[in-house]
């Protein structure tokens, strides 16, 4: 009989991804994340960071976040609601909402548990979740973890998301309709203004999770409702303080009301210990630069642009991307892990994305350009990609 602490069934699944290989061992970065990189001893050209304005090693947000640590510590000591909540939380968020034309923002510490948080917070028993078929796994536990009853669109299909409203819509008190802002999968934008008119229509509330249009898509980086001047018709917007700005957290950009009422059911909030003074201190100096400059974003869409058309005339298929965001669908799970482990060999990191990330059969390597890539990288980039993509038929 085997023994109960060896944990078999985890073996076996383990194993399981062996054979099917997809398991992964962690790669271990040496140094900051930045456009080249060391990466487990080997410099290699960093195409798999979040860190898209090149923000995360920004000399100015290192000499904030040391300020804010001589000020106030390593750690800010309690959640919020008790003694956590330094004058520099609220000084953040009074600063953010401004940033983004908001009545109010709640700051939590990280993007995924502003889902967790906020739609178990907004919903209720009675209440229906509509949401876009693609939305990111901190939206979907996030609405498991709702008392609301749960409907899904297919993705972007406005039609299909009227056909549900039509069906269910007269059966709940409050309906609120979920979608990323940028499909951190494909780089696609969601149809914004068109789910707003069906929300209206319907009377329901929405709900945009904009971890990748933070800091990419609007003026300055303001995000996809700036981008489409939907300001004041979208009654939850979620940021990202972890990807563009370089830090960790993450953010509700609402009304006044919205923001009382998460302070008290905001279980993150409630339950866990505050932003630390580094970080806030860091973001602070983060949303100074892109309130004073277009620099960075302008730098991080010439970028994307230039590295998409190399890829392009290569002919690899990028699918529907509209951001930085640029996939480069292989298909098959195994043959897409194989080339990005060929790739790294030769000097450029691409992260594999397959099953259960996104559908079987449509694995691909996500290339996120940033604003600290320089065009001579790119190109040595793209030089990579046109012989390994030769060397596997897929070009």
Known sequence: MSNVHELKYLQDQVQELKDQGVYRVLPILEGANEAEVILNGKKVINLSSNNYLGFASHPKLKKAAIEAVEKYGVGSGAVRTIIGNMDIHEELEKKLAVFKREEAVMVFQSGFNCNAGAIQAITNKGDLIISDELNHASIIDGV??????KAVYKHSDMADLERVLIERRSQYENCLIITDGVFSMDGDIAKLPEIVELAEKYNCMTYVDDAHGSGVLGESGRGTVDHF????RIDFSIGTLSKAIGVIGGYVAGSKVMKE???HRGRPLLFSTSLPP?????????????????????RLWHNARFFKAELGKLGFNTGASETPITPVIVGDEAKT???????????????????PTVPKGTGRVRCMVTAGHTEEQLVRAVAVFEQVGKEMGLI
């Open 144 to 149: 498991k973890l709702s008392k609301a009853d």
């Open 229 to 232: 001047h939907l300001h004041g």
């Open 261 to 263: 009422w998460l302070l």
């Open 278 to 298: 580094a970080a806030v201190g860091a973001i602070m100096e983060a949303v100074d630069l892109l309130s004073s400059t277009t620099e960075y974003t302008d």
């Open 337 to 355: 892990v194989a080339f990005s482990k060929r790739m790294l060999e030769m000097g450029v990191f691409v992260s594999p994305i397959v099953f």
